[in-house]
Nanobody, 123 residues
Framework: QVQLVESGGGSVQAGGSLRLSCVASGYYRNHCMGWFRQAPGKEREGVAAIYTGGGVTYYADFVKGRFTIFQDNTKNTLYLQMNSLKPEDTAMYYC?????????????????WGQGTQVTVSS
């Protein structure tokens, strides 16, 4: 079983940056891990995903060029570097992990979830 704990959310102005972290306890290797977000009144959507065993990545079109997903295997930690933030990026961000390979942006969503960390971007 994998337990996920996110941190790093906060409030920033448009154009600012934040780095989210997700520490995974339990099995970490060869998992598909990723970030999802959900804004009030909207459905949850995939943001980025990475395969911990090989580094293949996926990004939603609306974050390409601004967000970067990466990992530190020595710390069992997943990161999401968010630059050039926009007010529309405001949402609760969740870390997710699923055993096996990443085939799509949504692949991490079939397994374990963290409790979420709030990101608020003001204009």
């Amino acid at each position: 079983q994998v337990q996920l704990v996110e941190s790093g959310g906060g409030s920033v102005q448009a154009g600012g940056s934040l780095r989210l972290s997700c520490v995974a306890s339990g099995y970490y290797r060869n998992h598909c891990m990723g970030w999802f977000r959900q804004a009030p009144g909207k459905e949850r959507e995939g943001v980025a995903a990475i395969y911990t065993g090989g580094g293949v990545t996926y990004y939603a079109d609306f974050v390409k060029g601004r967000f970067t997903i990466f990992q530190d295997n020595t710390k069992n930690t997943l990161y999401l570097q968010m630059n050039s933030l926009k007010p529309e990026d405001t949402a609760m961000y969740y870390c997710a992990a699923n055993s096996g390979y990443c085939y799509t942006l949504s692949s991490p969503g079939g397994g374990y979830w963290g409790q979420g960390t709030q990101v608020t971007v003001s204009s």
